[in-house]
């Protein structure tokens, strides 16, 4: 299979998960998480259509990004946990943060967007289990994050992500799914930009559409399998 084979693919089950759940496909975003994959494979989604990318490292979306120059009309999102020492090349290289998980990264990020002139959508991650190597903050620290980054100038907050336990079996995704739309849903009230919600991977997007995710991040069932180069 091509990857546009597999993007044509997944298009039809993103719609047929949307009309399982009454909504509509529009609604739902594509993320293409290019992450490990060679530029050329991002050139190819490219060439089928495909106009948002998700990758999780900064270093080495900017030795991509050198050869990316040309495409227009595309987003590339920071999907990963980012340092706080790569928070200028993120501002710079990427068109949002869907991983900001606390205040000193997003002033971070701010002062570095302001300095671009550029303005920086992004997410807050939500850690809703309680494994040690997971990022983002907890539930209860969620409004007062959102209100302290009121503040900013550059970077705004609209919306939530999460990445749930990893497991073969969708069905056990689908209560964090539900509880980060409930979040999403709580904080909108006070923060009305607050709308996305970014979650659904390859192994769970269709119970993520249920659950009201408006961005599935789908990579191995673009690209493949990815391998890592040895010693990462
Ligand atoms: C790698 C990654 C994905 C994609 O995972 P697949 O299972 O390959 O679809 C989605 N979200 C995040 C945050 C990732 O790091």
Redesign the pocket.
């Known amino acids: 299979m091509s990857i546009a084979d597999n993007l044509s693919r997944l298009h039809e089950e993103i719609a047929a998960a949307c009309r399982k759940a009454g909504r509509s496909d529009s609604e739902v975003a594509l993320m293409a998480?290019s992450?490990v994959h060679p530029v050329e494979s991002i050139l190819e989604a490219y060439a089928a259509g495909q106009r948002l990318f998700?990758e999780?490292r900064v270093q080495e979306f900017q030795e991509k990004s050198a050869r990316l120059g040309s495409l227009t009309d595309v987003a590339f999102h920071l999907?990963?946990p980012l340092q706080s020492n790569k928070t200028n090349k993120a501002a710079e290289l990427f068109d949002a943060v869907d991983?900001v998980d606390s205040l000193k990264i997003a002033q971070r990020l701010d002062t570095a967007a302001v300095a671009l002139g550029k303005r920086l959508p992004v997410l807050i991650e939500v850690k809703l289990s309680h494994e040690e190597s997971k990022h983002g903050v907890a539930p209860a620290e969620l409004t007062a994050l959102l209100e302290a980054m009121q503040e900013l100038k550059a970077v705004e907050a609209v919306g939530l992500?999460t990445?749930p336990p990893w497991s073969e079996d969708a069905e056990m995704a689908r209560p964090y799914f539900r509880e980060l739309r409930r979040l999403r849903d709580e904080a909108a009230v006070r923060f009305p930009r607050v709308t996305q919600l970014s979650m659904g991977?390859?192994?769970d997007f269709g119970v993520a559409i249920e659950e009201g995710s408006t961005c599935v991040?789908?990579?191995?069932?673009i690209f493949g399998k990815?391998v890592y180069p040895a010693g990462v």
């Open positions: 998480v992450k998700g999780n999907i990963g991983a992500m990445v991977m390859s192994n991040r789908v990579g191995t069932s990815r």
